[in-house]
């Protein structure tokens, strides 16, 4: 065997790790292994169902319970076994001595299981007398009775691991006597209750296990109906809500909080769906506003600018006709603006000047209006309730509703068509109704009558002038064909605002532009814009009827309309009456 070389002279002797720092590399390794093993543990018992946690929880309690029931009664019946096996010995041992004290001899009184040994006074054994049951068993190893106590203790068999409870006790004049008997009687009873509590024991495990997953299931059920309304209301169904139960359980109160929950999430999100829709809503409306408004503006500036390049290409036409016809221009631009800042000053609910105003007077002057800008027409005014139609507000904007709806069914109904204006009271409230037996709208057009520039027809045309005397359009003109804001120019025929476009016939303000219907049907857009304002047109730029609907909820009322194709229109206004005019009944 070679010998470990020797380290070359001069350099540092080898360092060996110290035990310390082993025994710390130790330690650290051990409490790293059982980290990693209270981790594991957590997971799995994260990962352990509740259901299956709460009965093994209840099972091993009761496990525990029965282990220590079971123990504690073997314990007790044992030691109450051992106290009747010493007062046997106490009796024999008194008895024995008696009869040794009396007589020579031991006698034959010797219970079945017990042994009775006599020794001389040096401790040799004089004479045993064994029972009947005691012949065939190993009897006990008895011990050297100069040094054990003279009190009752437990001894093994010589053989076969039996035990037995001997006492000894010192006879005057003889020696003395050790009696002993088997405890084969006390451990199969006490083997026997073990196994009885044992049985028992497994047999209400078994019942309990069954009992308790069933209770935990039934238990459990409104879990699992929350976690299906939960999987439920994540796909959508925000209606679904989680059966009620007896609020004074638990599960009945969660069950209660989470529908108050539910209520108040299906509340936001229906709310908040509510306003998405009327944001795109509003947003569409205003785009479509802009629009409109855009399309209604652009054709009278196309006709101003049309007019000024006519002026300037022909300096020797007439500049007072050319003049009127701007003026005109610009007159219908101011109605159209005029109508424009109206409804968005109801659109901020500036308030109005209101004071009692009488809607029957009000018609009764619409009426007799009307009769003289159209004489063809038979126009009838009606009087209903018996108390004055008299309500709070503002009479401008009040003439301004009557005059729009009147000024529609004149504009929108074929000539000779009988109007029948009707105002009067009903309860608490005054109404005014313009009825008319005109062609009538359909109901997809009804819906959206009251829109800001809807029109009925989709062509979107202006109703022409009724025929009659007409100043002459020198040829050349803005207004006729082959001039130089005629054919093929931004102002006549076949442009933008000429004939087939969308703006007109020929002319700026002509047939076919977007401040008017074009057909006898046409009923959407509303004269308090054309017609009720002096436009040069018989037609009006689609904002009458929004008007008015803006004026009357201004005034806290509500406008409807009640129409059929062929039965004609009739639009119907509600208001409240005023205080000092409502019957005493109401």
Do not use: C
């Amino acid at each position: 065997m070679t010998a470990p070389a020797s380290p070359p002279p001069g350099s540092p002797p080898p360092v060996s790790s110290p035990p310390f720092s082993r025994a710390v590399r130790g330690d650290g390794a051990v409490a790293s292994a059982l980290a990693r093993r209270r981790a594991v543990v957590a997971s799995l018992f994260a990962r352990t169902p509740l259901r299956i946690k709460l009965i093994a929880t209840m099972l091993a309690l009761v496990a525990i319970a029965l282990a220590g029931i079971g123990a504690g009664s073997v314990s007790v019946l044992r030691g109450y076994l051992v106290d009747r096996v010493d007062q046997q010995l106490a009796t024999f041992v008194q008895d024995v001595a008696h009869r040794l004290q009396r007589g020579p001899g031991l006698g034959s009184r010797v219970p079945p299981d017990g042994l009775i040994q006599l020794r001389d006074g040096e401790g040799r054994v004089v004479a045993t007398l064994a029972g009947l049951e005691a012949e065939h068993r190993p009897g006990p190893v008895l011990p050297d009775l100069a040094a054990s106590a003279w009190r009752p203790q437990t001894v093994p068999a010589e053989s076969g691991g039996g035990e037995w409870r001997l006492r000894a006790a010192s006879v005057a004049g003889v020696g003395s006597v050790v009696v002993a008997i088997d405890m084969s009687s006390v451990a199969q009873i006490t083997a026997r209750l073990a196994l009885t509590e044992l049985l028992g024991g497994g047999l209400v495990m078994v019942v309990l296990a069954v009992l308790g997953v069933v209770i935990v299931r039934r238990s459990l059920r409104p879990l699992v109906e929350m976690e299906h309304t939960a999987a439920a209301i994540a796909a959508g169904d925000l209606a679904r809500r989680v059966p009620d139960r007896d609020p004074r359980t638990e599960v009945g109160s969660l069950a209660a909080s989470l529908n108050g929950m539910l209520a108040q999430i299906e509340a936001a999100f229906h709310a908040r769906e509510i306003s998405e829709a009327a944001a795109r809503t509003s947003e569409e409306r205003m785009r479509r506003f802009v629009a409109d408004a855009s399309h209604e503006l652009r054709t009278p500036l196309t006709s101003i600018r049309g007019f000024a390049e006519f002026y300037r290409q022909n300096p020797a036409g007439d500049p007072a006709r050319l003049m009127r016809r701007v003026e005109d221009a610009a007159a219908r631009m101011g109605v159209l603006v005029e109508d424009l800042l109206l409804l968005a000053r109801l659109d901020q609910q500036r308030p109005l000047t209101m004071s009692p105003v009488d809607l029957l007077a009000l018609a009764a002057d619409a009426v007799q209006e009307a009769r003289i800008l159209a004489a063809d027409r038979e126009l009838v005014l009606e009087v209903a309730g018996d108390v004055a139609p008299i309500v709070s507000g503002d009479e401008v904007r009040l003439r301004q509703i009557i005059g729009n709806l009147v000024g529609n069914a004149l504009t929108h109904t074929p000539a000779g068509t009988p109007i029948t204006v009707r105002a009067g009271t009903d309860g608490a409230a005054a109404f005014l109704e313009v009825a008319d037996k005109g062609p009538g709208l359909a109901p997809e057009q009804a819906e959206r009558v009251f829109e800001r520039f809807y029109r009925a027809d989709p062509a979107r045309t202006r109703t022409p002038l009724p025929p009659g005397p007409r100043e002459d359009t020198p040829s050349g003109s803005p207004d006729g064909t082959g001039s130089p804001d005629g054919t093929g120019s931004p102002d006549g025929a076949g442009s933008p605002d000429g004939a087939g476009s969308p703006d007109g016939a020929g002319s700026p303000g002509g047939a076919g532009s977007p401040g008017g219907e074009g057909a006898a049907g046409s009923r959407a857009a509303a004269a308090g814009s054309g017609a009720s304002h002096g436009s040069a047109t018989a037609g009006g730029s689609g904002l009458g009827l929004a008007i008015v609907a803006g004026l009357v909820a201004a005034h806290g009322g509500t406008v409807a309309l009640r129409t059929a194709p062929g039965a004609g229109a009739t639009f119907r206004v509600t208001l409240p009456l005023a205080p000092d005019v409502l019957p005493p009944s109401l």
